[in-house]
């Protein structure tokens, strides 16, 4: 067990851990940011999905060692209000169904649009391909992308 510092959301916090222990857990466990889902635990589901310095991955596979002294964003530190493009994409599409995927969902789109503004369908089912939704709302994932894309050069940024 050793003391880390991660940044999550903005914030500096102190955790005590091995350094191999899964982030999801440190997140959810120790931090109490519950939005992070646990799904599968091999990496497989993408309910886990959480920002690291900007890249989408799966918390339930990646060390706490290896998010020390990194950004990690979690679907609680998406905005302060909850209203990032891509959550309001989301509403207005009305993407979610049961909604346990939804922030694996949301994280990995808003990581997409941080790489790329302006997606095709290709880039986008090949972006959002490792997050599963039971319900099967590809179709409205794939809608609310293409709307925050929008959004977000409608208004002027990237």
């Known amino acids: ?3 880390m510092t ?24 120790t931090l109490g940011l519950t939005g992070t889902k646990y799904g599968c635990g ?5 309910a886990c999905t959480v ?9 339930c596979v990646t060390a706490v060692g290896e998010a020390a002294g990194r950004e990690v964003t979690t679907i609680e530190g998406l905005s302060a209000d909850g209203l990032h493009a891509v959550q309001r994409a989301w509403i207005a599409e009305d993407v979610a169904q049961c909604g346990y995927c939804q922030p694996g969902q949301i994280l990995t789109a808003a990581a997409l649009l941080g790489t790329n503004p302006h997606p095709n369908d290709a880039e986008i089912d090949a972006a959002m391909t490792g997050v599963l939704c039971r319900c099967g709302t ?5 809608r609310a992308i293409h709307r925050a894309a929008k959004e977000a050069g409608d208004a002027g940024r990237p």
Not at 6 to 16: W, Y
Not at 51 to 58: F, H, I, T
């Open 1 to 3: 067990m050793e003391t």
């Open 6 to 29: 991660l940044m999550v959301n903005g914030r500096s916090h102190s955790v005590l851990a091995d350094r191999e222990t899964p982030l999801l857990w440190v997140l959810r466990e």
């Open 42 to 46: 091999q990496a497989q589901c993408g």
């Open 51 to 59: 920002l690291l310095d900007g890249e989408a991955v799966r918390s």
């Open 138 to 142: 590809y179709g409205r994932i794939r």
